[in-house]
């Protein structure tokens, strides 16, 4: 990556800051912006999958989705949602297979990209590297685990209210009477039942009816929780 280049101090920012390589020195952190390449993918761009057997992508703003598609039906089913500090595609990192989903950009996205052979190189070369590696990957795992739990267990309205719960920040910002939704709160219905499994008419009619009890407020695409109670009783979090 040129170090005059515009992203180079926010790519820095980036890894700086992050859990995964903020526990690297700062030596290695811009030994790594050196070796590697900055690119964007644009909203709305499906990526080609195969980009993840040759690269490690790690995101520097934006969100991409990672969704798996049935090839007969077209149906897909978003089996993770990545933002800035997240990797691509930590499967192929581990075993150089190739790993059959269909990304999307769901913003522009802003990314370094580091051939994967380099950056299995680094993992052996930096051990410290694993100790925020390993945790990583185990939250991957996990959320495969709770997401394949709930489309087992749980009904359309317990699935997208922990979603929206997931996502929810429990301090309100600037005094708004509101809970504020990150990542995504401003994702379209047929976004979010894919998210959870289900179909864009399904989630448009249990998002109304969590307006009409309270728990959520939507304007103009963007979300936000109104009452935090009212939510974790559709999860059922108050009988654990």
């Given at each position: 990556m040129?170090k005059?280049?515009?992203?180079?101090?926010?790519?820095?920012?980036?890894?700086?800051?992050?859990d995964?390589?903020?526990?690297?020195?700062?030596?290695?952190?811009y030994?790594?912006?050196?070796?590697?390449?900055?690119?964007?993918?644009?909203?709305?761009?499906?990526i080609?999958p195969?980009?993840?057997?040759?690269?490690?992508?790690?995101?520097?703003?934006?969100?991409?989705?990672?969704?798996?598609?049935?090839?007969e039906?077209?149906r897909s089913?978003?089996?993770?949602l990545?933002?800035?500090?997240?990797?691509?595609?930590?499967?192929?990192?581990?075993?150089?297979?190739?790993?059959i989903v269909q990304?999307?950009?769901?913003d522009?996205?802003?990314?370094?990209?580091?051939?994967l052979?380099?950056?299995?190189?680094?993992?052996?070369?930096?051990p410290e590297?694993?100790?925020?590696?390993?945790?990583y990957?185990?939250?991957?795992m996990?959320?495969?685990?709770?997401?394949?739990?709930?489309?087992?267990?749980?009904?359309?309205?317990?699935?997208?209210?922990?979603?929206?719960?997931?996502?929810v920040h429990s301090?309100?910002?600037?005094?708004?009477?509101?809970?504020p939704?990150?990542?995504?709160?401003n994702?379209?219905?047929e976004?979010?039942a894919?998210?959870?499994?289900?179909v864009?008419?399904?989630?448009?009619?249990?998002?109304?009816?969590?307006?009409?009890?309270?728990?959520?407020v939507?304007k103009?695409?963007?979300?936000a929780?109104?009452n935090?109670?009212?939510?974790m009783?559709?999860c059922?979090?108050?009988?654990r």
């Amino acid at each position: 990556m040129v170090k005059t280049s515009s992203l180079y101090d926010k790519a820095f920012e980036v890894l700086k800051t992050s859990d995964l390589f903020g526990g690297l020195c700062e030596t290695v952190l811009y030994d790594m912006l050196d070796e590697s390449e900055e690119g964007s993918w644009n909203k709305a761009e499906v990526i080609d999958p195969d980009l993840s057997t040759k690269y490690l992508h790690i995101l520097l703003s934006g969100r991409l989705k990672i969704s798996q598609v049935d090839p007969e039906t077209g149906r897909s089913i978003a089996i993770f949602l990545l933002e800035s500090q997240d990797i691509f595609d930590v499967f192929s990192l581990l075993d150089g297979k190739e790993h059959i989903v269909q990304p999307v950009a769901l913003d522009h996205v802003d990314f370094l990209r580091i051939p994967l052979k380099r950056a299995r190189e680094w993992i052996k070369e930096h051990p410290e590297f694993n100790e925020t590696f390993l945790p990583y990957l185990g939250d991957q795992m996990r959320e495969l685990e709770a997401f394949s739990e709930s489309l087992v267990f749980h009904d359309t309205t317990t699935r997208l209210a922990k979603l929206i719960l997931k996502h929810v920040h429990s301090c309100k910002e600037n005094n708004d009477e509101h809970y504020p939704v990150k990542l995504i709160n401003n994702l379209s219905h047929e976004a979010l039942a894919e998210m959870i499994g289900s179909v864009r008419s399904v989630v448009s009619t249990q998002m109304h009816k969590l307006k009409e009890e309270g728990a959520i407020v939507s304007k103009r695409g963007h979300l936000a929780v109104t009452n935090l109670d009212k939510l974790m009783k559709k999860c059922d979090l108050f009988h654990r």
